[in-house]
């Protein structure tokens, strides 16, 4: 069974920089997306960021890019979420997925779900 392990979250001020990390077991995950998906309250979940296998290949949600970084060590079947930059508006509970494929950007396309880290910027 898949089990993924969301941490690093926390209460910073805006500006300040967090890294989330994402840690899977359970099964072998070559050839696989893995992605960042936020749900702030009232709010349905987006997709945050998206990076392929090789990681090669990045997605950024137009709400981050230029100050959220995608990574993953494949040896350690772990991804992580470098938030610099940070604003109240990015305050959500931050959930990692892994993919049915390599590449998607729908959260559809994405399952095994972690339980969610909350990421909470005050002004």
């Known amino acids: 069974q898949v089990q993924l392990v969301e941490s690093g979250g926390g209460l910073v001020q805006a500006g300040a920089s967090l890294r989330l990390s994402c840690a899977a077991s359970?099964?072998?995950?070559?050839?696989?997306?893995m992605g960042w998906f936020r749900q702030a309250p009232g709010k349905a979940r987006e997709v945050v960021s998206i990076?392929?296998?090789?990681?090669?290949?990045?997605y950024y949600a137009d709400s981050v890019k230029g100050r959220f970084t995608i990574s993953r060590d494949n040896a350690k079947n772990t991804v992580f979420l470098q938030m610099n930059s940070l604003k109240p508006e990015d305050t959500a509970v931050y959930y990692c997925?892994?993919?049915?494929?390599?590449?998607?950007?729908?959260?559809?396309?994405?399952?095994?779900w972690g339980q969610g880290t909350q990421v909470t910027v005050s002004s």
């Open positions: 359970g099964r072998t995950f070559s050839s696989i997306a």
């Open positions: 990076i392929n296998w090789r990681g090669g290949a990045t």
């Open positions: 997925a892994i993919g049915f494929t390599d590449w998607s950007t729908e959260p559809s396309d994405f399952g095994s």
